[in-house]
């Protein structure tokens, strides 16, 4: 989750795929493995007619993403895909933990999508994904040097994967991408309150912690946000002279999750 974690390819077997993450986490059960439900969905067919190998190709996009550390994100996009469509919150939190499990995607976030965003620009070139690999490389970010072919492809996969997931519009002619408004859920800036609290993290480094800039908030954004969380009575947060403290009213996220997805299903009522 750093940048001090190296680059990888991954994305290049898969973008977002929302659709087909939705379905996993709805099947996934708790101790069931990554091969487990690649039989499962080899069986049932409830990832329509792909081909055996390009199913056990998401089933690893899914692992890579939410099956990995403790505690397992799957869990709480087990509780989500069972109440919410592929839609709101479900995304976002898609996004959080995809931004996590690729660094090549949260640095770019970090230093070309959201500053492009701050200064009030309109769209992204054509090469800034290409541009931002080269840069990646002359720093060792990569750990080897890529070849031309595969620079270019994972480019392509970062702004289809931001496309996917709404950040970035379809490219045009020329390869621009218009910069598309994003104002992530309040829901799901909270979830991720107390996605960070589960890694037990103190209260300055989750306020501090990167995934924060995948929401596009800075660093100065994020105890004001909290404090507007606060409204919803999700949490409390105390401050006095130099000391801070959250008061959490959820025992864990997927008791939280729990609550939302109630709310999310009477305001849809």
């Known amino acids: 989750m750093s940048k001090d974690l190296l680059f990888t390819a991954a994305l290049n077997k898969g973008q977002a795929l929302l659709p087909e993450m939705h379905q996993l986490a709805q099947h996934w059960q708790p101790g069931i493995t990554a091969r487990e439900l690649a039989q499962q969905a080899l069986a049932t067919g409830y990832l329509g007619r792909a081909t055996e190998a390009r199913i056990r190709d998401v089933v690893a996009v899914f692992s890579r993403r939410f099956l990995r550390g403790q505690p397992q994100p799957a869990a709480y996009l087990h509780e989500l895909a069972q109440h919410l469509p592929v839609t709101g919150l479900f995304t976002e939190v898609c996004l959080l933990h995809t931004a996590a499990a690729h660094p090549e995607l949260l640095v770019f976030l970090q230093e070309v ?39 270019e492809r994972t480019a392509r996969r970062l702004t289809g994967t931001l496309t996917e997931f709404g950040l970035l519009g379809a490219p045009d002619r020329q390869g621009i991408r218009l910069l598309r408004p994003f104002q992530p859920h309040p829901e799901t800036v909270v979830y991720l309150a107390y996605w ?47 000391l801070l403290r ?6 864990s996220p997927t008791a939280l999750l729990h609550d939302l997805t109630q709310r999310s299903l009477h305001a849809v009522a």
């Open 113 to 151: 999508y959201w500053p492009a965003h701050y200064a009030g620009r309109p769209s992204l070139p054509k090469e800034a994904a290409q541009e931002f690999l080269h840069q990646a490389q002359k720093l060792g970010r990569t750990g080897s040097d890529w070849s031309e072919g595969l620079t």
């Open 196 to 242: 960070l609290r589960e890694l037990k993290l103190d209260v300055r480094a989750l306020i501090a912690h990167p995934l924060w800039q995948v929401l596009g908030l800075r660093a100065g954004d994020v105890l004001p946000t909290l404090r507007r969380l606060a409204l919803h009575n999700w949490l409390t947060v105390l401050t006095a002279g130099d």
């Open 246 to 251: 959250l008061e959490w009213h959820y025992s």
